[in-house]
């Protein structure tokens, strides 16, 4: 008999970013992207979409260069948490817990094996409007902002690594990820994962980190659901400044209609223009795109990715081809 | 510590629907919804949806009444089926296992306290495109129909009760769904519950039935995504003498972008036009709808629901005030 | 040989509205329909939508009651205005030339027979966007805003008719419009007249007043284009207090996708939700829609409106029964 | 001052268009784009989109080579028609009137002066639905096709030109059509230009040949009017073996949400996926895009336009490298 699924991890909770320019970074996702700011502390601003349950999706911190903070994922339960600590602690990847964070209650601290930070959370806050910003749409935490195009939740993070093998094999094994598709060269490598704990196609995605960097982000996702919307802010990019990296168009992994942007921090942001397809099936055999498949798998229809695409992250390295266009 | 939740129902597997008509039934999901048949046995016909990954998720029975037949659940393992099956046993609702049905393995058959059949299952067949229309989109079961505007997936089903909370409580307690949003009179009574075990903000609704009467069927519902595809269908219902009783429109509870028919045999279905929302919250509390909340709960923009909406169902009782519009 | 069409009145250039309450007037247009500011002078403040490429295309006065101000048609050339000059002088109807508005020059005023007040002129102000806001899409007057969800253009007009034939025929012989399409009763006569100088549908709409009332507005039109933001602003509207009476939904009389809500200020706007159809026939037959067809007319499908649509209109007469919903 | 304008041609009436390959050309627009055919007599098929109110507005005639047939203008009146003719004469590109063509009158044939034939015509037949294809809404010509994702108008053509100012100016000096917007070279020469009759932005645009080809078609354009139709037609497209050569994408010039595709005989099409913008203003200044505003000219955002899009043409001519990607 087949072993049962782990369903210990329940969805992505919120993603750290590092931004060396925290006020232009602050007016993207605040004015044009409709976000909303919860907390100020120290270096960093507290932000949540407005679908957002919680008391924050986003955190922005101050630093130097851009880059991913951390990535903080939510348990199913407390024992749920429990487990999946002892799990992390047997890989020697665990860093201990931590208390003290505001919107949220202690987290026990992990890095991938390529070193990206994480977290795994049990108890979080819940937003709670002001009087001038509850709806009487009951299950939506607060009023539709009307600033800029409102995006609606945090979707997914996409991470790139050093090795695919030991990273995708740690989201999979100690954490409970299912992997959802691949892309898989000749050699048998995977150059890319798409991996989750719910029905979306991916709550992470992995991929190779052709320079060679280690612990590097590719982009956050932040939701929309409706393909006008892609239409509308690429409208108020174009305007104001902000590159278009490529998009609107559809991937054929993860038939996500996308949008991809640097913010003015320099960190690759996401727009998801649809809902993709969601996956029900507690027994889904993995989608294997070969190299004879790429071309439709990347873009099934619409805007092309530029080679830049596949090695500008956060940190940036190497020399600057490596830089968005613009 | 809280206990944890139950996740041995996975999905909801398919629908089978009695139809009076069942030509006239075929010509509706197929040349105007550009369903697929899978199968023909007897007097019932297999359906499924392009992105339906399962051999069918919608069987067409011939019969004297529109009404449900059943509705089918996946477990999320062999092992979770067992122990699902134990749970239903205990409460007396069990009528045994069934063996033979196409396009599935064993099934473990009950019935709700108001007398809905349901099955259990955890063996599938999984839909094989011919050659002729296997798509490079690999994870996608087959190519998207020409016919019709095609609907994507079977996504929930609604039925009537006469009595809500033992039927509300079997699904919550004995099958492990989660109470997303519920409808509460002055009198602490509920007249509707959304259920899910998935993030979708229901996989099965229940509505108290005002008539009385015992197991009936309110709708199904197929999903679309999108909102055009709602205005597409709709210049084709009203051209092709199909009766829109409400819609598009959106309701406040579920968030869900809504269009409601009877097709020829008298059910009703729903095509649902976006996303709604997600819950991926482990934790979710119930959003609870109250007398002085409905009128946007029932209808946040859009068209309204007629009062026939309330009543009507099938197999259809009462006299000619409960038959839908027109 | 028939006789050739006359071609002097080429559009709709802007409508001067009345309003009791023009702050909260102004915030329903500025905040929530992304519309701006040009001008403010005396008791009025003048206004355009980001594709509106004159001075403006509204003009909100401050008055004790909502109401029509009047509307202003631009010719074709100084030849064409002279020419229609010329013809409503022979109507008895013309008022007079009017020098002194700002972002125009001459107009001649006059009334319709239910006396409307309109004026018809030919120089006319370009607004000439200021360096922030000049947008590299050179084919459009400005940015786009990123406040509330923006309207594109100003559409049309439909104003209420004491009596419907003299004004009609007003339009169709003296300015030379074309009947698109008009309501019939048995007895002959029409309710309702949609007409057009352009390939629009409709620049000016007429239909009867119940009440009896003379020279009233039923509602002015802004134009999105797109199904979506129909949704997007009927969030904001429901969330932020503004009645919507009807909507979205889709006429067929026009196949216009629409919505009506009633500004602070108590006049009905329409926003038009995508293009329509568009008559470039030279020799268009007007579509008759007689009672046994009103009900496709009215509703193709989506929303149904109201009893108030076909009474309510501005100023305000009658029973507090003509009253918005709400 | 300022002379009157001309409205002698009112709209763009149909496109005859050749094909190597009739059978995949007819496939092509019945089954995908879901027109209607209204005729079939010699080599040639009649075709009409299902809200064209004319007999036919494409007409297929097999030939060995991809390419223009011609294009049909309507006349505004009768007298309009021969105020035209007369002028026509004067250049000398005048061929004659020709009768017996099914589907209209008597229509004045004449070139460009690049070659490319066109005539002028002011009778034309009405297409009358039979009664099975009849539709309550009256003000549409026949039901919706319930084929493919059907296209509801012919839009415009776009015609490749040697040398593009004697082309342009017989445009609108002969035959009355005003420049909307233009693409201008340094040395002051036009590269593109975009001239219409209507208030569309473009009945017809022309641009340069880059081979020096004289008569050469770069493509036709039907309209959706709505954005979900292009992402819609181009899964059909990619699934079913037809190239999209580029979109969906946003034009700045025109505004255009744009889909080009290679139909099977060679020719390229567009489809047209919103209502662009539409300009009323009698005194148009047109829009200029010099070298440094043509990337945003050319695309506003979205899928990038290939090198082979400023070549290929039909009939095709040079070496491999001008064919369309695929």
Same mark, same amino acid.
Request: with cysteine.
């Given at each position: ?23 232009? *970074? ?52 407390? /024992? ?28 026990? /601290?992990? *890095? ?64 409970? #990820? ?93 727009? #998801? ?14 989608? *294997? ?14 805007? /092309?990715?530029?080679?830049? #695409? ?17």
């Amino acid at each position: 008999m087949r072993k049962e699924p782990i369903f210990d991890v329940a969805q992505l909770a919120h993603v750290e970013m590092y931004s060396p320019k925290p006020d232009e *970074t602050l007016w993207f996702f605040k004015e044009l992207l409709g976000m909303e700011e919860s907390h100020r502390e120290g270096q960093s601003v507290y932000l949540r979409a407005y679908e957002d349950f919680y008391h924050h999706t986003l955190k922005i911190t101050e630093a130097k260069e851009a880059g991913l903070g951390h990535v903080a994922w939510r348990a199913t339960s407390q /024992q749920a948490l429990e487990r999946r600590v002892s799990a992390i602690k047997e890989t020697g990847l665990g860093k201990g817990w931590f208390e003290g964070e505001v919107g949220q209650g202690a987290a026990y /601290q992990f *890095t991938t094996p390529d070193g990206h930070n994480m977290e795994l959370l049990w108890e979080v806050d819940y937003y709670k409007a002001p009087p001038e910003l509850r709806t009487p749409l009951l299950n939506r935490p607060q009023k539709k902002p009307t600033r800029g195009v409102p995006v609606r939740r945090l979707d997914h993070v996409n991470l790139m690594n050093s090795e695919m093998k030991p990273n995708v094999d740690f989201m999979l094994n100690t954490l409970g #990820f299912n992997l959802r598709e691949h892309i898989q060269l000749k050699d048998g490598n995977d150059v890319a994962a798409w991996m989750s704990v719910s029905p979306l196609v991916h709550d992470i995605a992995m991929m190779g980190d052709p320079l060679g960097g280690m612990g590097r982000m590719h982009h956050i996702c932040y939701w929309y659901g409706y393909p006008q919307h892609l239409m509308d802010i690429s409208d108020l990019f174009v305007e104001n400044g902000i590159k278009i990296e490529a998009g609107p168009g559809k991937h054929g992994v993860t038939q996500a209609y996308f949008l991809y942007v640097i913010e003015p921090g320099g960190n690759r942001v996401e727009l #998801f223009g649809d809902a993709g397809y969601l996956i029900f099936d507690p027994d889904w055999k993995p989608i *294997t795109w070969r190299e004879e498949d790429l071309e439709k798998a990347i873009i099934w229809y619409g805007s /092309q990715l530029p080679q830049e #695409f596949f090695q500008y992250g956060t940190p940036i390295i190497g020399d600057k081809k490596t830089a968005p266009i613009g």
